[in-house]
């Protein structure tokens, strides 16, 4: 039976892919920071083997892997990705060390394939879809941190017995996601015939929907090695303009957005988009849902769940 190890398992895309692993008939193993928030995984909670440790302490780390020997790691935990997380040290510390220790404990312990999560905030601001071996500009610590970790796992890849890879992910949404995040938070007033705050309308990102990021990181934990990097993304840019327009087909209202009633952060920009072609021609990944279908899903998503789980979004 393969045996997963996911760190970050508690997060949006982590509880995800728990979810798909459990289904195909995998031993579970999440990896969690100490104190952090299991909400995700409360319908889930005795199917998984839940284990608590800091990645950024390495005796934690390797204690966890021994007893677990995994066959696959799924490294999704980080810090810095969200506009509160600021601390550098931990962002650093977080992404660069933990990363460390994870390579070296599945090194260690006969792991298989060990898939690592990159950034699209590795390029930084790009007027163009980058490539992968295009040269990185982070203009963030957080950039920073997961471009470091990147190439790390490029470079023990090269030559580790275990097939190594990184998926640069771009602007991932679906059921989970972070309450308070765009795509959540428009389905949700959407369904009200509703738009929330929004910033200038020609912001853009290009979206991709969970479902198909999780294609991703299976087709790579079977196939991927060598410390190869793979962006995930769509390859096509959606304005903040266009998104509103498609939320109001797709919840069949006409939209009033307000725009500039929201402040902008600082990685806001007008070009965002994925150059999907390597992860297309080396692994014949695809994106499968369009941006229509994958909000409808999510508005479906949100119709089915709790009355907690609502109320934790806000509705």
Known sequence: ??????????????????????????????L????????????????????????????????????????????????????WQIDSERILATNMLGTLHLLDAGSRHGCEAFVNTGSSSEY??????????????????????????????????????????????????????????????LALAARGGRVPPLVDPTIARDFVYVDDVIDAYLVASERAGGGEIYNVGTGIQTSLAELIEIAGDVFSFEPKPRWGTMPAR???????????????????????????????????WFAAASADLRARYGE
């Open 266 to 300: 600082s990685w806001d920009t007008t070009t965002w988009v994925a150059d999907p072609a390597k992860i297309r021609r080396d692994l014949g990944w695809l994106p499968r849902t369009t941006l229509s279908d994958g909000l409808r899903a999510l508005g479906e």
């Open 124 to 185: 930084g601001f790009k007027s163009h879809a980058p490539s992968e071996d295009e040269l990185p500009k982070p203009n963030s610590d957080y950039g920073v941190a997961k471009a470091a970790a990147t190439m790390l796992a490029r470079y023990r890849g090269q030559e580790a017995k275990m097939r190594i890879s990184t998926l640069r992910l771009y602007s991932v949404y679906g059921p989970f996601e972070a309450p308070g995040r765009l795509l959540p938070t």
């Open 32 to 83: 969690v920071r100490p104190g952090s928030d299991r909400w995700r995984l409360a319908t889930i909670r005795t199917e998984v083997r839940v284990h608590a440790a800091d990645i950024v302490d390495a005796e934690q780390v390797y204690s966890v892997v021994a007893r677990i020997a995994p066959t696959h790691v799924f490294h999704l935990a980080a810090h810095g990705s969200y506009s």
């Open 1 to 30: 039976m393969s045996r997963a190890l996911i760190t970050g398992g508690a997060g949006f895309v982590g509880a995800n892919l728990v979810r798909r692993l459990l289904g195909a008939g995998w031993e579970v193993h999440v």
